[in-house]
């Protein structure tokens, strides 16, 4: 069974800086989607960003990016200058192709502090 | 505006008591999904749905019930075989391509008294 595990509970840094969620998984298949999900206090899940397996190149949206490390089962996140407003809990999901369930990691609460 | 439509926002029982959560999206997608979040234990599957008369038991089932007579509704009971059912209950749809975007409504937090 495929396994997502986010090792970060919690974490705080100031606004502006720079900050990276970690996220691993574990499949056997090759063909997957990996997600980054936000949720903010206000709780309405949101898509951040989205990575497919068989694409080397590391997914952006805006401020937003992630380092796809596949033969490292690795998917971390990369929010740049960050803002008040990506406060919120960070989930990563994974789906293997042609699936109909989303795996999701434990959750990454982030602070961003004025 | 399309979306995805959870209700009640919050939601007290009293233990013994079956309660059932309202889902509703009209984004005309094909699949729909009741997770359920607990701290620390990120989200998990309840039951998904990839077409009207028909579901799938998640991972925690039990003690739950759904129905998909429509297309655009997929309500959730939580029965009184629920163990454990103060929880914080998230509907999501999806066109059911088995992509993985997920559209989220707001969720309903039950408590259990």
């Known amino acids: 069974a495929q396994t997502v595990t986010q090792s970060q509970p919690e974490m705080s840094v100031q606004e502006a800086e720079t900050v990276t969620l970690s996220c691993t998984y574990d499949t056997s298949e090759s063909n997957y989607y990996l997600f980054w999900y936000k949720q903010p206090p206000s709780r309405q899940m949101i898509l951040v960003i989205r990575q497919e397996a068989y694409k080397q190149q590391n997914a952006t949206e805006n401020r937003f990016s992630v380092n796809f490390q596949k033969a490292a089962k690795s998917f971390s996140l990369k929010i740049s200058d960050s803002q008040l407003g990506d406060t919120a809990m960070y989930f990563c999901a994974f789906i293997s192709q042609g699936a109909q369930k989303l795996v999701f990691g434990q959750g990454t609460r982030l602070t961003i502090n004025p | 505006d399309g979306g995805i439509t959870q209700s009640p926002k919050y939601l007290f029982r009293k233990e013994g008591q079956n309660v059932t959560l309202s889902c509703e999206q009209n984004l005309n997608h094909d699949a729909m999904y009741w997770y359920r979040q607990d701290p620390g234990q990120g989200l998990r599957l309840i039951y998904y749905?990839?077409?009207?008369?028909d579901f799938q038991k998640g991972d925690i089932a039990e003690g739950y019930s759904v129905s998909r007579e429509k297309k655009e509704s997929f309500p959730l009971t939580v029965t009184s075989a629920q163990k454990n059912p103060t929880a914080f209950y998230l509907c999501a749809s999806s066109w059911g391509q088995g992509t993985g975007e997920l559209f989220f409504g707001e969720g309903s937090r039950l408590t259990v008294l």
């Open positions: 749905s990839q077409i009207v008369n």
